[in-house]
């Protein structure tokens, strides 16, 4: 079967550093996507990785590891906004999107 | 702005009374998909359409139906909702259904059922 593996829950200080990680094991690979979703609302797109490495855009950063199916979003400067669900997605090789159940990160003043 | 626009945002309905659903975009994307969401679990993509064609997933319950009359529109028909179809539903749209395509989702239809 397809899955993706991300820690349930997170909890981390404003102002600080958060690694939300995540693991899938998929029938191929078309990129993986990162995407937020507060409480009651709908995704949004955050990042998207089809090679290896690290992309970054502003306060966040997403990486890549197609060898270790491997990925984790790195978010730095918290703010008490980025109190959301963070969810991983997987385009696989029917280009069909598989996807986590989310990481919930709470954010502390 | 260009969007995807869901309607009702809230929806409660009894035990076995229909409900439809409503999506609809100003995106001019081909591709628009229908996903279920619970309380802590990911989203489940119940069907989707690459322009007309419909494509239903294999364990979506004939329960539920869809139609997309136009480019612009979706609609979601739960033809005898249960309890467990409590959920929020999910409309995106995307321009094709490979590559880089980044779905773009209405703000969702949180269904009660009593």
């Known amino acids: 079967g397809q899955n993706i593996d991300q820690p349930t829950e997170m909890t981390a200080t404003e102002g600080a550093i958060v690694q939300i990680n995540c693991t899938y094991q998929t029938s191929g690979f078309n990129g993986l996507f990162w995407y937020q979703q507060h409480a009651g609302e709908a995704p949004t797109f955050l990042s998207y990785?089809?090679l290896d490495g690290l992309e970054e855009k502003g306060r966040f950063s997403s990486f890549l590891s197609r060898s270790k199916g491997y990925s984790y979003l790195l978010l730095k400067e918290l703010q008490m906004k980025d109190s959301a669900s963070y969810l991983c997605?997987?385009?696989?090789?029917?280009?069909?999107?598989?996807w986590g159940a989310g990481t919930k990160l709470i954010i502390k003043p | 702005d260009a969007m995807v626009i869901q309607n009702p945002r809230y929806q409660v309905t009894q035990f076995g009374k229909p409900v439809t659903l409503s999506c609809s975009q100003t995106l001019n994307h081909n591709v628009m998909y229908w996903y279920q969401q619970k309380s802590s679990q990911a989203p489940k993509l119940l069907f989707h359409y690459y322009d007309k064609d419909f494509n239903n997933e294999a364990d979506t319950p004939d329960n539920f139906q869809s139609r997309r009359p136009n480019t612009s529109f979706c609609f979601l028909d739960i033809r005898s909702p249960g309890l467990g179809d409590a959920a929020m539903y999910l409309c995106a749209t995307s321009t094709q259904d490979s590559g880089a395509n980044v779905l773009t989702f209405g703000a969702g239809s949180r269904l009660t059922v009593l």
């Open positions: 990785n089809v």
């Open positions: 997605a997987v385009r696989d090789s029917n280009y069909q999107l598989i």
